[in-house]
């Protein structure tokens, strides 16, 4: 049975910084590329970042230069540090496993007050 499960999130102010964990079960961790997605209210899921495989990584435009994703395979665990958060950060954010299946995690609340 796959378990992502997502924790670190809470309400922190503008500026602040969050530090997300993702514990996967399951699954072969090693292999699987990992990444962060959010949804904010009233809006559609998009990719935050993504770290493959083999380490490469990506980010979305807008949290470039403040968000750091990173794993630790030895932990089964991927990470996403959130600097300089903005109020638009505020969002569900969920973890994603991908290979040829994908599993996500339940989410957890991250929201920035101005």
């Known amino acids: 049975q796959v378990q992502l499960v997502e924790s670190g999130g809470g309400l922190v102010q503008a500026g602040g910084s969050l530090r997300l964990s993702c514990a996967a079960s399951g699954i072969i961790f090693s292999i699987y590329d990992m990444a962060w997605y959010r949804q904010a209210p009233g809006k559609q899921r998009e990719l935050v970042a993504m770290?493959?495989?083999?380490?490469?990584?990506n980010y979305a435009d807008s949290v470039k230069g403040r968000f750091t994703i990173s794993r630790d395979n030895a932990k089964n665990t991927v990470y996403l540090q959130m600097n300089s958060l903005k109020p638009e950060d505020t969002a569900v954010y969920y973890c994603?496993?991908?290979?040829?299946?994908?599993?996500w995690g339940q989410g957890t609340q991250v929201t920035v007050s101005s």
């Open positions: 770290i493959f495989s083999g380490g490469s990584t």
């Open positions: 994603k496993a991908s290979m040829r299946q994908a599993y």
